[in-house]
């Protein structure tokens, strides 16, 4: 048994940093993927985060994408951030992607 916390616990944390430290910038963030869902079945667990900021921060992104490194190395999962401007969300909005994550993800923004 591992002392690693749950990873639904590094989804809640990596939004909850995301949020205090970027929360002006974040439209919406949603949190998916097998860990967020509850099929890791214990390995190879990934969290998957749809990101739209409300203009292209291309320094905005790096910080967001650095932190979920951190939380990632912090809960034993790896993070796969997508960042997308408010605008390029908007237009493509029934990308198959943006649905999947929309429908089967938490949002915490």
């Given at each position: 048994?591992?002392?690693?916390?749950?990873?639904?616990?590094?989804?809640?944390?990596?939004?909850?940093?995301?949020?205090?430290?970027?929360?002006?910038?974040?439209?919406?963030?949603?949190?998916?993927?097998?860990?967020?869902?509850?099929?890791?079945?214990?390995?190879?667990?990934?969290?998957?985060?749809?990101?739209?900021?409300?203009?292209?921060?291309?320094?905005?992104?790096r910080r967001l994408e650095a932190l979920a490194e951190t939380v990632g190395l912090e809960?034993?999962?790896?993070?796969?951030?997508?960042?997308?401007?408010?605008?390029?969300?908007?237009?493509?909005?029934?990308?198959?992607?943006?649905?999947?994550?929309?429908?089967?993800?938490?949002?915490?923004?």
């Open positions: 048994m591992s002392d690693a916390p749950p990873q639904g616990d590094a989804a809640d944390a990596f939004a909850a940093r995301a949020r205090a430290d970027y929360g002006e910038s974040i439209r919406d963030l949603v949190v998916f993927g097998d860990a967020v869902r509850g099929d890791d079945r214990g390995v190879h667990t990934s969290v998957e985060v749809l990101l739209v900021l409300m203009e292209a921060d291309e320094e905005i992104e809960h034993g999962v790896v993070f796969s951030v997508h960042v997308l401007p408010a605008d390029r969300f908007d237009a493509q909005s029934d990308h198959p992607f943006i649905r999947t994550a929309l429908e089967d993800g938490r949002s915490y923004v």
